[in-house]
């Protein structure tokens, strides 16, 4: 059996910040902006609020932000709540395979560099490698171990936060083992929480798991050295398949950053096609919805299946309505949280129009694509196919997407100039000699 | 299906104070004077100490107590490491057929208890409850559940101690559903990491998990509330096997805790017997090394199989060695961590009755059974057969015997006196009107 635990710490360990290709440094980058949004946009969530009012009594000296609020804690318990925060509406990224990679590593990475002064650089690095080592962790064991219950952005997420944390507190490449065996042996997060608050606090716990694993690792807090493929270890343990070479084959030629998608709307995926295309139409057309006669989809199986809800009662209930998702892009030629608002969704224009939609099955249509077909009350028919939807692979959210998203996160509870400097401290993350201050001093 | 996690919520909810037994308000005593010793006497082991290095910067306010140091810390961070210093010799109780019952359960309890006053009755009510549900979820799943790899003092542990937190803190049967599902998400802890330092990581992770998860649901976080239960749930995604009878038959008829047994010797229950033997024939016959020709051990085949190294070079591989156990038993009259030490092993009268013992295997014998047969240089045959080991059910521990161990565990860290103060607030913590602050007076 390949040295699996042991090959994957060295690499993390021996790699130079010169040998990641500079695309990928745009990428993280890409991925930090898109974090940050989704942070601070969902950082007066209930779902953080009652975690904040849980915990409070506990948190250690201010030293690390929670972004997009006031108080300042200890960086364990930063790293806890910026992960809850950042996933808490599922509009983080999404690995196209597995996991949503930035959740449990971003807020890891974060809280520790504003205790211990890294260069941007040095911080988009960990990122990578704490990316990659999660997206290679998780999919050693995909897909049986997600399909066992298991939710695989928590219990490989735990890698990657400490394998990023590691790095940047320069473990050896023993302490590094034993970082990922700490993690290991934390590795948790059950699918049964899906639709609860603690689908959340899987990627906060990974992310406080991970800081932990590596602080505890340097202090020469030891594990087993084999934590990954030993016969009691992770993948056996926590999987019915195991393949050691997808960790270990190839290791810094290929990179799962590549493979990252954002979330252009804030619900499923499966919807995105049909939110993309009717905005397109509303934009080019400039629609009105009183010119509306019918919208007419055809969609993947799937849609219906898993979005199928004709009269939404909630804004959460919006996100599972395709009917309601078309109605809402056609008016507000948006898919952002407050078109799944409970206004939004009782509004009396969305239920409207909302009622003009019909969808239809084709199961020669990927989950990912639509046709959107809009009758006009003037005879015109508006037709749009969209093979692939914004922010898949084929199509990823531009520079300036990611820009607008951000914005609209931030709006109204920041002003636009907050949310300008944010962006730019962010954007410019990669030449920052101290990123943790830079950050921090633009989202104070 | 039974509605498991609402039944086991239920039951800690409403269950009275005064429908436990009385013998087990004095069980639950025992318990802590047996805890609380381990705790202090481990405080100072090197696991310990990187873990406090480690995550000190962390800390926040100095609530409650770690117990054996002078350091006061935030009550997350005392539970977690508490719940290490206490199992890290493995030297904590045991219960019968499966985990480890006090190391998840009092950390978090009595950590609680110092910022959320209740009396000593309350306290012991609680632990006895955390114990009953940590037991029951770990052999509904046991031992299939343990034989895939899961340390089950940690992935049962955090049960117990969210349990055991939350009756402290009052919750509802709704909130108890969700502490449940937020323990179970955590749950977590790998056999393979057995050996090192995660070992002992284990209980205090769950005690700091059970805590959290109490903590969290108290303040409506929300989770699954059918977290053991369903299909996704902690039992069939952690076990192969999974009987809901064994935790929602019988509750608050039968109690796990008096099924809990104390370990008399630093060291693997397989040699106890040996230990005990050799102990009662020195007292008695007042040996001493010169005196003795040869010692001639029959034991059971797992013995050697586990303990048979005959030249230990450590105090950790005299654990390890019967024939070490034996001879540092018969000169020191004990078996506690001094005879377990590097200079124990290393010493010459040990070493020399060492190499006169000789042990042999006998399928017949039980593994907490010995025969000891010391020949003496005058030609007498001296011989003991111990059909249950000292602290097995059939034999436990007193009250005088868990003192002395106390006593022997604060030396010579601690005074006679400090050691007396502590017992004392121990031994009549069920009269407490506020316990936290009782057991704090006398440990600080």
């Not at 209930?317 to 948006?334: D, M, N, T």
């Not at 509004?347 to 990912?368: E, Q």
Request: aromatic letters at 6%; glycine letters at 8%; one cysteine or more.
């Amino acid at each position: 059996m390949t040295e699996v635990t042991r090959t994957l710490a060295r690499f993390v360990v021996d790699h130079a910040p010169a040998a990641v290709p500079p695309t990928l440094y745009h990428e993280a980058t890409r991925a930090l902006v898109n974090w940050m949004g989704c942070a601070i946009g969902s950082a007066d969530h209930e779902t953080v609020e009652r975690a904040v009012r849980a915990l409070s009594p506990c948190f250690g000296p201010p030293a690390a932000s929670l972004f997009g609020r006031t108080e300042r804690v200890d960086m364990l318990h930063a790293a806890l709540l910026n992960g809850i925060s950042s996933h808490v509406l599922d509009y983080d990224d999404t690995h196209a395979r597995a996991v949503h990679p930035s959740a449990p590593v971003w807020p890891a990475l974060l809280a520790l560099a504003q205790s211990h002064p890294v260069s941007g650089r040095q911080l988009l690095h960990a990122f990578v490698l704490g990316v990659e080592v999660e997206c290679r962790v998780g999919l050693s064991v995909f897909p049986e171990h997600y399909e066992i219950g298991w939710h695989i952005t928590g219990t490989a997420g735990v890698f990657g936060a400490a394998a990023a944390a590691g790095k940047l507190l320069g473990l050896s490449e023993r302490e590094m083992c034993w970082a990922l065996g700490i993690a290991a042996t934390q590795s948790s997060g059950l699918r049964e929480m899906f639709g609860s608050m603690c689908k959340s606090l899987h990627p906060g716990r990974a992310a406080q798991g991970g800081l932990t694993a590596a602080l505890l690792a340097r202090a020469g807090f030891t594990s087993s050295e084999q934590a990954i493929e030993a016969k009691r270890g992770f993948a056996h343990v926590m999987s019915t398949r195991f393949d050691p070479d997808v960790i270990t084959a190839r290791l810094g030629e290929t990179w799962e950053l590549s493979n990252n998608m954002y979330k252009p709307f804030a619900c499923g995926l499966v919807i995105h096609a049909v939110i993309d295309g009717c905005i397109q139409l509303a934009v080019e057309h400039d629609l009105v919805p009183e010119a509306i006669e019918s919208v007419d989809l055809v969609v993947s199986p799937l849609v219906l299946e898993l979005t199928g809800k004709l009269r939404p009662a909630s804004g959460l209930e919006g996100k599972f309505s395709v009917y309601h998702a078309a109605a809402s892009a056609l008016i507000h030629r948006a898919g952002g949280e407050p078109q799944f608002s409970d206004a939004c969704v009782a509004a009396h224009d969305v239920c409207a129009l909302r009622s003009r939609v019909t969808a239809t099955v084709d199961p020669t249509v990927r989950k990912t694509e639509a046709h959107v077909r809009v009758r006009l009350r003037d005879g015109r028919l508006l037709e749009r196919h969209v093979e692939h939807a914004l922010g898949t692979l084929p199509r990823p959210m531009s520079d300036a997407d990611l820009e607008d998203k951000f914005r609209a996160q931030l709006t109204p509870r920041f002003t636009a100039e907050t949310a300008s400097a944010i962006l730019e401290a962010c954007w410019s993350i990669g030449g920052a000699s101290d990123a943790g201050a830079s950050i921090d001093a633009a989202a104070r």
